[in-house]
């Protein structure tokens, strides 16, 4: 089953992420590839505020981008030190204040969760488990609030619609501007709490295809 094409024919059973809704016509692209330069040499606290400046400048509520986006941003951190090879992209970011409200797309259960509190890592991470036609796939929310964790357990469910987690600020959301990492995930290949966001070149078609594309979740 191609995961893509199977979101693509059940897109009006998905609900928003965010409420108001995300569009095209109220986010702007947020790049951090490796030929960006215009983050480079700030301060972490001056990097937050100038992505969030330039999300206010745009008359627009955040700030996506980064599926499949080559970048250097991951070699300086912990999670990453000795895997410099490690630097494509896997999930899209969605770039929106501390504390802003994630809602489930789609019903579904808690597959795993974990606190992954390493410099570079996910921060608090939440995984979903949903099925459409008999088919099983995931969703992932990394970089949250620690509160988000509070209360859950393997197999609590969620409908479409309820907010199931907040964006979290640094230094708790692994020490990245506030953001949130969604990624869709076929195959959880036994990983629990966890799953790669950021993969090598040489194994970017099998993840292109375990983990296809998830902007339709995002923009409405």
Not at 12 to 17: E, H, M, Q, W
Not at 61 to 71: C, I, Q, T
Not at 112 to 127: C, E, K, L, M
Request: charge should be negative; proline fraction near 6%; charged fraction near 20%.
């Amino acid at each position: 089953m191609n995961l893509q094409r199977l979101i693509e024919k059940h897109l009006p059973a998905f609900t928003p992420l965010f409420e108001p809704a995300l569009t095209a016509n109220n986010t702007i692209y947020m790049e951090l590839s490796s030929t960006n330069n215009a983050f480079e040499g700030m301060t972490e606290s001056q990097q937050d505020a100038a992505i969030l400046q330039r999300i206010e400048d745009a008359g627009a509520l955040a700030g996506v981008g980064g599926y499949l986006e080559d970048r250097a941003v991951y070699k300086d951190t912990d999670l990453f030190q000795g895997d410099a090879e490690r630097s494509i992209h896997i999930g899209v970011d969605v770039f929106m204040a501390a504390a802003t409200p994630i809602l489930a797309p789609l019903d579904g259960r808690v597959h795993s969760f974990a606190n992954r509190q390493v410099y570079g890592d996910y921060g608090p991470v939440i995984i979903l488990r949903h099925c459409l036609e008999g088919f099983e796939f995931h969703t992932l929310y990394g970089h949250l609030s620690e509160d988000s964790l509070s209360g859950l357990e393997d197999g609590k469910q969620f409908a479409a619609g309820q907010e199931i987690a907040r964006i979290g600020p640094r230094p708790v959301n692994g020490n990245w501007a506030p953001h949130l990492h969604f990624q869709l995930i076929r195959d959880m290949q036994g990983i629990r709490g966890d799953y790669p966001g950021v993969v090598r070149p040489a194994e970017l078609d099998f993840y292109r295809e375990n983990c296809p594309d998830p902007g339709a979740l995002i923009l409405t």
